[in-house]
């Protein structure tokens, strides 16, 4: 009900009608479309991979050393490939995580319309864009060249590969966080370091931990990076600083061009082992935002 020269007016807030009604339904149904193109091919790819991996996978598969590529028949294991995958994913992410959020409380807090503010952003925008085999080829042509081949050098491809979507993330996520809070934050005296570590960072927490876990697992599954710094071994190389190493990335692709029968095997299984760390990591990522979702209300 609204007032209008004084006399009371009904407001209608029904559906709309003609052609207001007619555009909105096509594009409710062009969206539901472009859902169900996409998730089709989606699900060729994991109903595939399940039902050609699922009966290869066991504990003895997942902690069994790999065959040689001479061994036609054996299947063999991935251990070493799923310690590898770890090791180099988790010191891209000690590397990135930090850095990229660090860098994301400058864009927000500090930075403003400065131009070193501008050319963060620009180039952490033009990071996410960047294929990741280029990224790769960029770790081999500083660092294996002068250095070898090294599970540190895999490390550093991932960890560039992950900082824009870190940094990304978090921007997002603190730019969210009310004003209001700040203000109340400084009326009470506090500094802007004091504020945005005791007042954005914990308003924002879950989307960042959110944003993180995805690089994780984007980073995990990558696989052109790795194939030009840390190659393709079949044993654990504990030291991620010297020698080539190994990962479920690199495994899928050489067991998958190889004609024998072991291989291939192998290597349906150790993608199925890889989309199951990624769906984890997702799981996880869900429940920890619902968390803080919940502790914030």
Known sequence: MAVIAGQPQ????????????????IV???????????????????????????????????TSDIPP???PANVGGIGPAIVGT???TAVATVMAVPLGVLGAIYLNEYGGRNWLAAL???FSDVMTGVPSIIMGLFIFSI???????????????????MLPIVIRSTYEMLRLVPDSLREASYALGATKARVTVTVGLPAAISGIVSGALLAIARAAGETAPLLFTILTVESINKNLFSGPNTALATQIFANATQPYTGAEARAWGSALTLIAIAFILMIV?????????????
């Open 69 to 71: 590529n001479v061994a």
């Open 86 to 88: 770890i090791e180099i």
């Open 285 to 297: 990522a869900r429940l920890i935002t619902a968390r803080f979702a919940r502790y914030d209300r």
């Open 143 to 161: 660092w294996v060249l002068h250095f070898g081949f090294s599970g540190f050098a895999g490390a550093l491809a991932l960890g560039c590969l």
């Open 28 to 62: 409710t149904w062009l969206m539901v479309t472009a859902f169900v193109v996409v998730l089709v091919p989606l699900g060729f790819v994991l109903v595939t991979t399940i039902a050609k991996g699922i009966s290869i996978i066991s504990w003895s598969f997942l």
């Open 120 to 122: 963060i952003g620009f």
């Open 10 to 25: 009904q407001v209608d807030l029904r559906e709309p009608k003609g052609w207001r009604r007619t555009s909105n339904r």
